[in-house]
C-alpha cells in the first residue's frame, strides 16, 4: 500500500475515497445444492458469470475511489512471519481440526509452509480434505478447512464506524474467518491508521452478542441505524451502545434500532430493507419500513456517557425527521404491486452503495425499483457504458449505476453489501 489512508466514515453517502473488496474466487463455486444453505446462499451460483459482473462493481468503483483486494491486502500481512503465525494459531482456536496432527498431514503445518500469497488463497479458498485415515476417506465433506463461501460481502465481518473498525461477531460460524482476516488487515497493515474493536475481546461478553455490518448504517456521525434480527442480537446492538458510552461524548448520539423478520432470509440485514441514497432520499421496503407491522423501531439517545432515554418510535423515517433528517422514501420495487415489490426485495433490490450523494449502484435486473429511481430525478446509467466510456459520469448529478446480476444475487446480496468504505468525504448536509 503505497498511501497512508486515514480511516473516517462518517455517513452512507460521502463521496467516496476508499473501499475495501474481495473479487469472488473458487470459493463460490465449490459448494452442492445441497449444502448451499450451510454455505448461507439461496442457490448455488456460476463463478464465471458472477466474476463478470463483479467486474462491473469492482471497476466502477475503481474509477471513482482508491480500491484495495482483501486477498493483496491478506499477503501484505502474510508477509510478516509474526503475523502469519498469530493468524494460523488463531485459526486452530477456531476451527480445531486445523491444528491436528493427522497421519500423514496437519493442515496448520501445510499453511505455516506456504509463501504469503499462496496462504491466503488457502485461508480464502480452503484447504481441500486429505484421505489419511478411515473416517476422512468415508467422510461426505471435501474441505478439512472450509472456503470462505461470504467473502465478496465485504460489508459485514468488519464497519468503519468514524474512526474506528468494528469487528463483526459472526452470527453463523462458518464466517467467522472472515473476521479474523479483516481484523489482520487493519492491525498489522500500518497504512491503515485506525483502531479495531473486537466484541471478543471483551472476558464478560454475551455469549448472545452478534454483529454484521449489513446491519450497521452510519447516517450522520451522531446517528447510527442498526438492524436486529438473525445476524445483530440486542446483546450485539448493547455492545455497541457500551462502546459509544465509553466515549463520553458530551453532545448527543442516537441510535435507532430497527426490528426485521426473520423469514425469508432476504430479510437478513437491515441493508436489504433500507439504504440512504442522498442528503434527502432513501430506499425502503415499504411493507417493512413504512407499513404498520409488529416490528418495533426503538430510539436509544446518549449524552455525556449516559442513555438519556429509550423510547419507542412510529418508524424509521418519523424518527430521523426528529433528528434532522428529513428523508424521502423510494419505494423497492415501485409504489404499485406488493409482487413486484417482494420480488425485488428478494434480489436486493433495496441494497444500494452510495459514492457520493444522489450517485449510487445497484443491480439492474431491478426494473420496477430503477423505475422509481428514475422518476424520484435519478439518472440510470449503466456500468458497462461507463467502464467502456460510452458516457462519462461528470456529465450527471444524480444517477443509480446499473450492474447486471443474475448470479451475484443468488449469493444473498448487492452493492453494498459487496463493499466495506474505508474512507468517505465529509456531507454538505
Ligand atoms: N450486507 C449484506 N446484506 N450481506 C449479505 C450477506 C449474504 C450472505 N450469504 C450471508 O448470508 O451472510
Known amino acids: 500500500m503505497e498511501n497512508y489512508v486515514e480511516l473516517n466514515v462518517r455517513s452512507e453517502i460521502g463521496e467516496l475515497e476508499g473501499v475495501i473488496l474481495h473479487t469472488p474466487g473458487s470459493e463460490v463455486e465449490n459448494m452442492t445444492p445441497e449444502n448451499a444453505e450451510r454455505a448461507l446462499y439461496s442457490d448455488i451460483l456460476n463463478l464465471a458469470v458472477a466474476r463478470e459482473e463483479y467486474k462491473q462493481l469492482s471497476s466502477v468503483l475503481s474509477t471513482v475511489a482508491q480500491t484495495y483486494q482483501v486477498k493483496d491486502l491478506l499477503t501484505t500481512v502474510l508477509g510478516n512471519e509474526k503475523a502469519k503465525e ?25 499453511l505455516l509452509d506456504q509463501e504469503p500469497a499462496v496462504l491466503a488463497s488457502l485461508l480464502i479458498e480452503g484447504v481441500p480434505l486429505k484421505a489419511d485415515n478411515l473416517t476422512k476417506f468415508l467422510s461426505k465433506e471435501r474441505y478439512a478447512m472450509r472456503p470462505l463461501h461470504n467473502f465478496f460481502f465485504t460489508r459485514d465481518a468488519s464497519m468503519s464506524v468514524v474512526d474506528e473498525v468494528l469487528i463483526g461477531k459472526m452470527a453463523n460460524s462458518v464466517r467467522d474467518r472472515e473476521s479474523l482476516i479483516m481484523q489482520s488487515i487493519f492491525d498489522y497493515i500500518p497504512g491503515f491508521k485506525t483502531k479495531t474493536v473486537n466484541p471478543i475481546d471483551n472476558p464478560a461478553l454475551d455469549s448472545a452478542c452478534t454483529i454484521e455490518g449489513g446491519d450497521v448504517l452510519i447516517a450522520r456521525d451522531d446517528i447510527l441505524i442498526i438492524g436486529n434480527g438473525t445476524r445483530t442480537s440486542t446483546q450485539g446492538i448493547d455492545f455497541i451502545l457500551a462502546q ?18 426473520s ?20 430506499m425502503v421496503y415499504e411493507p417493512l419500513i413504512l407499513r404498520p407491522n409488529k416490528y418495533q423501531t426503538v430510539h436509544i439517545t446518549i449524552e455525556n456517557g449516559k442513555v438519556l432515554n429509550i423510547v419507542h418510535e412510529n ?57 422509481a429511481m428514475n422518476k424520484n430525478g435519478f439518472e440510470i446509467l449503466r456500468a458497462k457504458d461507463i467502464i467502456r466510456h460510452k458516457i462519462e ?5 444524480k444517477y443509480v449505476i446499473t450492474i447486471e446480476g443474475s448470479e451475484l444475487p443468488r449469493g444473498g446480496g448487492g452493492a453494498r453489501c459487496m463493499t466495506m468504505p474505508v474512507r468517505r468525504k465529509p456531507v454538505n448536509w
Open 393 to 397: 459520469l461528470s456529465d450527471y448529478e
Open 263 to 282: 423469514h425469508p432470509e432476504s430479510f437478513i440485514h437491515l441493508d436489504m430493507v433500507f439504504t440512504l441514497l442522498d442528503v434527502d432520499k432513501c
Open 86 to 110: 498469530a493468524i494460523v494459531d488463531k485459526v486452530c482456536l477456531m476451527e480445531p481440526q486445523v491444528g491436528v496432527k493427522g497421519n500423514t498431514y496437519c493442515i496448520k503445518d501445510y
Open 244 to 261: 459509544l458510552l465509553t466515549q463520553k461524548e458530551k453532545r448527543q448520539r442516537h441510535i435507532l434500532v430497527q426490528e426485521l423478520p
Open 315 to 371: 418508524n424509521l423515517l418519523e424518527a430521523l425527521k426528529k433528528l434532522g433528517m428529513d428523508l424521502k422514501p423510494i419505494y423497492c420495487g415501485g409504489n404499485g404491486d406488493p409482487w413486484n415489490q417482494e420480488r425485488e426485495q428478494w434480489h436486493s433490490g433495496a441494497n444500494f452503495f452510495a459514492i457520493g450523494p444522489g450517485k449510487v449502484l445497484g443491480y439492474g435486473r431491478n426494473i420496477h425499483t430503477m423505475e
